[in-house]
Nanobody, 127 residues
Framework: VQLQASGGGSVQAGGSLRLSCAAS????????MGWFRQAPGRRREFVAA????????HYTDSVKGRFTISRDNAKNTVFLQMNSLQPEDTAVYYC?????????????????????WGQGTLVTVSS
């Protein structure tokens, strides 16, 4: 299993970035895909997750209306479009995969629920 995140960089407040995570080694469409982030000195936190391309995604409150998660199952890739970035969004962003255990299960939002992780990509937002 491999998850390769990319797209991080440095932007000014109000700017945008689009993160990508290319997956391989597992049946992508059978997995929930999530994004987490970890700022310096802080715990890793949930950002967003998606199960199916057309299903509602789940976001942490601080990014609602600014970030959009999406996935392309044909390309085994999940994206995180980040708009109106703020300095508090500065962090290393990680993509993660969690197998769908049941069609009735809720989208996982805890990091322990994810069994596969990418290497992280750094996002720095300056004021």
């Amino acid at each position: 299993v491999q998850l390769q995140a990319s797209g991080g960089g440095s932007v000014q407040a109000g700017g945008s970035l689009r993160l990508s995570c290319a997956a391989s080694g597992f049946i992508f469409e059978s997995y929930n895909m999530g994004w987490f982030r970890q700022a310096p000195g802080r715990r890793r936190e949930f950002v967003a997750a998606i199960r199916r391309p057309t299903a509602p995604a789940h976001y942490t409150d601080s990014v609602k209306g600014r970030f959009t998660i999406s996935r392309d199952n044909a390309k085994n890739t999940v994206f995180l479009q980040m708009n109106s970035l703020q300095p508090e969004d500065t962090a290393v962003y990680y993509c993660a995969a969690a197998a769908v255990r049941s069609i009735l299960a809720t989208i996982p939002i805890e990091d322990y629920q994810y069994g596969h992780w990418g290497q992280g990509t750094l996002v720095t937002v300056s004021s």
